[in-house]
């Protein structure tokens, strides 16, 4: 059977995920900063589950997570980076070592968590590599440039990733949710401390005193994560999988927005050659 190994599963996502991996009869390594909190899951399914501690920040508990996971279960064969939080204001709010920590966690724990177990997946020439990013990456709202700015990041490295893997048998998917209804907006958001006055209603307006969107978001996480392992089982798993109808409407209207001041502006684009 299948190991999974999923980073941030004490709430949303990655909780369900977990259930959903651990339904399927799968082993599961569940981690949390707080690994009391991921414990119920393996007191439920004590053969497949195993908790532990993990910041994905940290160096020496990154690699001690994978050398217990494969010490316990042999091998990681799905890596599912998910740990990860928001955080809002406008970028001249932005506080440079929040922005540096949201970072960390964001884009640079998932690269740490990756070249972990890489060499194991190397050497099976097998694996699969989930990272969890967000529709943000792609519509960039006003006081998410920061957060959208990452998880962008995350994409574009994910994109060379594939191209490196793919030979090796190990495939590499992005997953952009819309909004679903977990704790992102709510506990796990973070923001600037001071707002800007001039950007009221811009980067203001999504700030969390002003957001009415938590609790009423029309993902439901439980589906999504039964999405997430259609898609890493198919033969054919796709780079992107779009969480959300909120997402592909997203999408669509960035792409026919991009399309359209290409088409605008393909003069000035062609006109840069040397003259023949």
Known sequence: MPTWLITGCSTGLGRHLAEAVLGRGYNAIVTARDAAKVQDLVDAHPDTALALALD????????????????????????????????????????EPEVAKLFDTNFFGPVAMI?????????RRDGAIVNI????????????????AAKAALEAMSASLRRELEPLGITVTVVEP??????FAGRS???SRDAIADYADT?????????????????????AAQAIITAVEAPD????????????????????????????????????GFST
């Open 133 to 148: 990013s967000s529709i943000g990456a792609r519509i960039s709202p006003p006081g998410s440039g920061y957060y959208s």
């Open 178 to 183: 819309g909004g679903f209804r977990t704790d």
């Open 237 to 272: 798993s796709p780079f992107l999988l779009l969480l959300g109808k909120d997402a592909l409407a997203g999408f669509r209207a960035v792409v026919e927005a991009q399309d359209k001041e290409l088409v605008a502006w393909e003069e000035l684009s062609l006109s840069t």
């Open 189 to 191: 958001l973070q923001q």
């Open 56 to 95: 994905v920040t940290e160096d020496v508990q990154v690699a001690n997570a994978v050398q217990q996971a494969e010490e316990r279960f042999v091998s990681v064969d799905v890596l599912v980076n998910n740990a990860g939080y928001g955080y809002r204001a406008a970028v001249e709010e932005g506080e």
């Open 115 to 123: 070249k972990a177990v890489l060499p194991g997946m190397r050497a």
């Open 203 to 223: 980067a203001g307006r999504r700030r969390k005193e002003h957001d009415t969107a938590h609790g009423t978001q029309p993902g439901d996480p439980a589906r």
